[in-house]
């Protein structure tokens, strides 16, 4: 398994894939990101990402049937592995101390 640093972009599309479940296919991903960052997102820089997350160990997937909708091509579906559940913790976790050293400013978060 490569590093298992993530980038910004890339616990994005981890987290995405978690929230999706057992429907996490990349055209589902763009559309589920495009809706929650409000960022224009493309189908080729999220399969880029998830070809990284599945070298890093991060991703598994696998190719769903074929279906007559799709002109008979399967989609390749998306799954969090373990070490993929644990990164996205330990991004979490960094992020979650890193607001607790903020001090009080009278920000009003949430």
């Not at 055209?27 to 409000?38: F, K, N, Q, Y």
């Not at 390749?76 to 992020?95: D, E, N």
């Amino acid at each position: 398994m490569k590093g298992t640093n993530l980038g910004e972009f890339e616990e994005l599309v981890l987290l995405t894939v978690a929230a999706l479940i057992d429907d996490a296919y990349s055209v589902a991903i763009c559309d589920e990101l495009s809706t929650h960052t409000g960022r224009s997102v493309k189908l080729g820089v999220v399969h880029a990402v998830l070809n990284r997350l599945e070298e890093k160990g991060l991703v598994k997937s696998q190719l769903g049937e074929a279906t007559k909708t799709r002109g008979g091509k399967r989609k390749r579906f998306y799954q969090l592995t373990i070490p993929g559940k644990a990164a996205l913790v330990q991004a979490k976790s960094v992020r979650d101390q890193l607001w607790d050293r903020i001090p009080s400013l009278g920000w009003k978060i949430g």
